[in-house]
């Protein structure tokens, strides 16, 4: 480890556990744009951009984050053209193989979050092994968003909820906000305190809408593949600065 990079894992300490967020989400954006800025093929910058989410992953787990959840794929990214697809879905392939032992070892709990249509069955294979073998932890958890849509989500909770109702299991005056959470892809988790966008855009993008009512949002104008874990410091830091009052009044 660099001498740096000694210096800022020591500052990021300065941020007490209390004070640190239980769950970060993050919209990994910016990597075609690093790509073209460089002049070199989009692909490159998700190829670079896997570098990021290694070392993001492995700093949670070490400071004992409760919950990272990384938007990868949405279910609008359909659109893009096949071989910048087919490259994504190569690239997901290769992390869940070659991150396996290192997830293990870091006591890492993956899941996935949402549909699995359009998914190689090569992909669904190793995504599916390396959360079945992490099961088994009961560390930081990692949550991938693949091919994930929030109002989608939001659309198959509430036609599970109008099912329930619909075979008597639930009366409609028994729906509060906590069955809804219970109905959405993230149920049993904890909704997010910070939300971490890379690339300067001020938007949800359709990402976990229900669940981050009340997280505090950081932009950086740095882009995915830039995103080191100097930065993720300094997220943790601000957050830490932020006065969250809930709708109420400072305490
Ligand atoms: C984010 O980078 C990665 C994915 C959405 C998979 P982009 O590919 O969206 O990069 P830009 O926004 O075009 O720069
Ligand atoms: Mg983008």
Same mark, same amino acid.
């Given at each position: 480890?660099? =001498? ?5 894992? +020591? !500052? ?18 910016? #990597? %075609? *744009?690093?790509? =073209?800025? *460089? @002049? ?6 998700? *190829? ?9 992953? &492995? &700093? ?28 994504? /879905? ?6 869940? $193989?070659?991150?396996?032992?290192? $997830?293990?070892? =870091? @006591? ?10 359009? $998914? ?7 995504? +599916? ?8 932890? #009961? %560390? ?32 409609? +005056? !028994? ?20 939300? $971490?966008?890379?690339?300067?855009? /001020?938007?949800?993008? @359709?990402?976990?809408?229900? =669940? ?30 932020? +006065? ?8």
């Amino acid at each position: 480890m660099s =001498q740096s990079a000694t210096l800022t894992t +020591d !500052q990021a300490f300065e941020v007490p556990p209390e004070r640190r967020p239980r769950h970060v989400a993050v919209i990994m954006d910016g #990597n %075609g *744009r690093w790509a =073209q800025r *460089r @002049n070199l093929p989009r692909i490159e910058g998700h *190829r670079r951009g896997v570098n990021s989410v290694r070392q993001t992953v &492995e &700093e949670a787990a070490r400071l004992h984050l409760q919950q990272l959840t990384l938007f990868c794929l949405s279910s609008e990214n359909w659109k893009r053209p096949q071989r910048e697809l087919d490259f994504l /879905m190569h690239l997901l392939e290769q992390y869940m $193989i070659e991150e396996r032992a290192t $997830i293990l070892r =870091q @006591n890492i709990v993956v899941s996935i979050i949402g549909r699995r249509e359009g $998914i190689p069955e090569a992909t669904l294979r190793e995504m +599916d092994e390396t959360v079945r073998l992490s099961a088994a932890n #009961n %560390g930081t958890r990692l949550c991938l968003a693949i091919n994930y849509g929030s109002r989608l989500e939001i659309v198959d909770a509430t036609r599970a909820i109008a099912r329930a109702v619909r075979d008597g299991h639930l009366q409609v +005056d !028994q729906i509060d906000e906590q069955t809804i959470s219970d109905h959405l892809y993230t149920r049993g988790m904890p909704d997010p305190d910070l939300l $971490i966008r890379t690339a300067g855009e /001020m938007r949800i993008s @359709n990402y976990l809408l229900w =669940q981050i009512s009340y997280a505090e949002l950081w932009v950086t104008e740095r882009c995915w593949p830039e995103f080191e874990i100097a930065d993720l410091h300094q997220a943790l830091r601000d957050f830490a600065g932020r +006065d969250r009052r809930f709708g109420g009044l400072k305490s």
